[in-house]
């Protein structure tokens, strides 16, 4: 494991070592509070170097640029005073109670998102061990926790980030973030951190007075392109680098999922996100470390496995695909993107089997072809879900399904996409079926806060059925506080949260001993009028489903030599009910 970094002080025994990359700078001082100030000494490639004897731990500091500007180091360990303050120098030191953790393995995953501000009332790192006890009862493997590189303000989704190796300290210090991966490390399960190497928020972010982070030859949702293949791009891609080996290394984290990697763009020979997930697994070669994409150009390049099924570069991807086919079948929305999986029960059938819906082909809401094949890829190379932070918050309301459909619908989605071979993940309160929203919020600057109550009028007002004048202000600490979990709707769950233990359990006991054997080319789905039917080869084992995804009774019957091990709604003698799942499996002796 790496275990020093070019980004961010080199805190020795008898000294501090100051570093900033500012190639834009002919001069630099750093300055740290009750101890004075230092000149840097100007290096090769546009560094300053700084050693300081009297620097300790716990000490603030900043840099100076040359007409007096004051900036936090980029590589900032923690902040406590938010993005414009001082920067504090952090012993990494800490006592791991476990000590000998490599992970799991990725087949056992059973992941669980979480935004650690909503997650409870305090909205805090060690407020959030306090529940893992309930995550491990329900049988979760994983929690995916959404960003947290210092954002500025009170609250935020954490896309807004502008120092990406340091914890937002609204969550608390580092060593409380090592106390959270610790404890869920004793109850068995990992941690995997959601970062963002797409853009950098838009308060905050002194980078551009001095280096050249970003490329005006490439465009982003949020503007220019970070410069992953320019002038000075070294350094770029060296910082990202680090600060997934940072995050994986001194954090313990098991892996990460990468935001919107189809805005990484890059014209290099050797892609940053092949260099990147390469730089990775060898840090860490004695570790089950799962490295997970979010990627709207459905590229199964990469995902691919080598010939032992290992993944090359990435383990998995998020299965948009998946969700809009369920999300179509269980509420009938076909408005904004929804309209181009109005087919759902081919789409699903194709999901479920193949991994994704569009391998090429037109789509008419895009205007464009994506995606690339993909049935062959082993089915864990996708993770599926039927909520997440995007597809609830980037609503008008941040409505999750339940609170306005049925729960016969939700209950049938989800008794698919728990057990079926690819990797499944829940968003928080999915489990008791909380009907709380997850609205978009943030808190910058009041001018920047007008910009971002217009923008989201205008974003949520192209898409048909989103009414944009009833959303609330994003950036109101009352939307903010509408996204805190009510746990104690979990008393009153009406058996929801028992019947997601039980399939997490079913899942665990009979879908997760298979897929080691889970290669590319082994499913396949055929319509059967309106039911779904989708079979599995995993090596001795085939793994059947058919569900009847609607809220009418259909003629059919379920094949006699299944073992069914899973069944909800109704099943009479030639006759599938609605909203009616069943999951068989046959073992064969050859």
């Not at 030859?217 to 410069?227: F, I, M, Q």
């Not at 995007?390 to 049938?412: C, L, T, Y």
């Not at 028992?498 to 997760?512: F, G």
Request: aromatic share 12%.
């Amino acid at each position: 494991m790496q275990d020093s970094f070019t980004f961010g002080p080199d805190i020795k025994a008898l000294s501090v070592t100051f570093r900033l990359w500012a190639p834009l700078q002919d001069r630099l001082k750093v300055r740290i509070e009750r101890r004075g100030e230092w000149e840097m000494r100007p290096q090769q490639d546009g560094w300053h170097v700084a050693e300081v004897a009297e620097a300790r731990p716990g000490d603030l500091y900043k840099f100076i640029l040359p007409d007096g500007t004051e900036v936090p180091d980029p590589a900032s360990r923690f902040q406590p005073n938010d993005v414009h303050g001082p920067c504090e120098l952090i012993d990494q030191a800490f006592e791991w109670r476990v000590q000998h953790w490599n992970g799991r393995p990725w087949e056992q995953i059973f992941i669980y998102e979480l935004h650690v501000g909503a997650f409870t009332e305090a909205g805090t790192f060690l407020s959030a061990i306090e529940k893992l006890d309930h995550l491990q009862r329900l049988g979760i493997t994983a929690i995916q926790l959404m960003p947290l590189s210092d954002f500025p303000g009170r609250y935020n989704w954490g896309y807004d980030g502008v120092l990406p190796y340091a914890p937002d300290s609204s969550y608390g210090r580092p060593e409380d973030l090592k106390m959270l991966v610790d404890a869920a490390h004793e109850r068995g399960i990992c941690v995997f951190l959601d970062v963002v190497y797409n853009h950098f928020g838009p308060e905050g972010n002194y980078l551009p007075l001095y280096a050249p982070i970003f490329n005006d030859r490439h465009k982003s949702p949020w503007g220019n392109g970070l410069n992953y293949d320019g002038e000075g791009s070294r350094c770029v891609r060296d910082f990202v680098i680090e600060n997934a080996i940072y995050w994986l290394g001194v954090f313990r984290m098991d892996g990460l999922r990468f935001d919107a990697v189809h805005a990484m763009k890059d014209d290099s020979d050797r892609h940053i996100l092949k260099e990147l997930a390469n730089s990775v697994r060898q840090a860490f070669p004695e570790r089950h470390i799962h490295l997970i994409l979010e990627n709207e150009d459905n590229n199964s390049d990469l995902l691919a496995r080598d010939p032992d099924g290992k993944p090359q570069d990435f383990t998995a991807q998020w299965n948009d695909d998946i969700h809009h086919a369920f999300h179509v079948a269980a509420t009938g929305e076909t408005f904004g993107y929804y309209q181009d999986y109005a087919d759902y029960g081919a789409h699903l059938g194709r999901a479920l089997a193949e991994g994704f819906v569009f391998q090429g082909e037109h789509m008419g809401y895009r205007g464009r072809s994506r995606g690339s094949p993909s049935a062959g890829l082993p089915p864990t190379a996708f993770i599926s879900f039927i909520q997440n932070h995007d597809q609830i918050g980037n609503r008008a309301m941040g409505d999750r399904m339940v609170a306005s459909h049925s729960i016969d619908a939700m209950k049938a989605i989800a008794a698919i996409y728990l057990l079926s071979p690819q990797i499944p993940m829940l968003f928080m309160g999915e489990e008791w079926g909380t009907t709380a929203p997850f609205p978009f919020f943030c808190d910058l600057g009041e001018e920047l806060n007008s910009k971002v109550r217009l923008g989201r009028k205008e974003e949520l007002s192209r898409l048909p059925g989103f009414d944009a004048e009833d959303a609330p202000d994003p950036t109101s600490e009352a939307t903010f506080r509408s996204a805190k979990l009510p746990w104690d709707e979990l008393e009153n769950d009406n058996g929801l949260n028992a019947y997601y233990e039980r399939l997490i359990t079913l899942r665990r006991e009979k879908i997760v001993p298979l897929l080691k054997h889970a290669q590319g080319h082994s499913a396949v789905h055929n319509e059967d009028g309106p039911l779904l039917r989708v079979t599995w080869r995993l090596g001795q084992a085939t793994l059947g489903l058919v569900a009847n995804l609607s809220d009418k009774a259909v003629a059919a019957a379920i094949p006699a030599e299944a073992q069914t091990f899973f069944q909800s709604g109704s099943i009479s003698t030639g006759q599938i009910g609605a909203w009616t799942v069943s999951w068989g499996l046959v073992e064969h002796s050859e």
